[in-house]
């Protein structure tokens, strides 16, 4: 998939940490502009989200969406979809580490997050 696809708004991303066979970690870097997020999406192995700046949005599917800022640590299980990204008004910067990458990184669904859905959020 392109980042157009899986990516409403203009976001960055830096991988800093590789996966290898020794290290079955991979870690980044994201940072969402004002009102960017991603498509619902799930990690066969779960992911975690620590926030570095700013303010953004995180939801697991079936749950009211959740405000992180910085200091945060998010914590999605494996196999459950959700999305994250930015807040209305401020742009987000958050690592991701995602372990145990031999069973895969990510699966990306279609569904984009409505705008009605991404409004939900209480600040």
Same mark, same amino acid.
């Given at each position: 998939?392109?980042?157009?696809?899986? @990516?409403?708004?203009?976001?960055?991303?830096?991988? @800093?940490?590789?996966?290898?066979?020794?290290?079955?970690?991979?870690?980044?870097?994201?940072?969402?502009?004002?009102?960017?997020?991603?498509?619902?999406?799930?990690? *066969?192995?779960?992911?975690? @989200?620590?926030?570095?700046?700013?303010?953004?949005?995180?939801?697991?599917?079936?749950?009211?969406?959740?405000?992180?800022?910085?200091?945060?640590?998010?914590?999605? *299980? *494996?196999?459950?979809?959700?999305?994250?990204?930015?807040?209305?008004?401020?742009?987000?910067?958050?690592?991701?580490?995602? *372990? %145990?990458?031999? %069973?895969?990184?990510? %699966?990306?669904?279609?569904?984009?997050?409505?705008?009605?859905?991404? %409004?939900?959020?209480?600040?």
């Amino acid at each position: 998939m392109l980042s157009q696809d899986i @990516i409403t708004g203009k976001s960055y991303h830096n991988k @800093i940490v590789e996966e290898d066979d020794i290290y079955t970690t991979a870690v980044g870097v994201e940072k969402f502009e004002a009102g960017a997020r991603n498509v619902w999406h799930s990690h *066969p192995s779960g992911q975690i @989200i620590i926030v570095l700046d700013g303010v953004g949005y995180h939801q697991i599917e079936g749950k009211k969406i959740e405000i992180m800022k910085k200091g945060d640590v998010v914590k999605c *299980p *494996p196999n459950v979809l959700h999305w994250h990204g930015a807040s209305k008004h401020s742009s987000v910067t958050q690592m991701y580490i995602l *372990p %145990n990458t031999q %069973n895969g990184l990510a %699966n990306f669904t279609t569904k984009k997050v409505s705008d009605d859905e991404y %409004n939900g959020a209480k600040e």
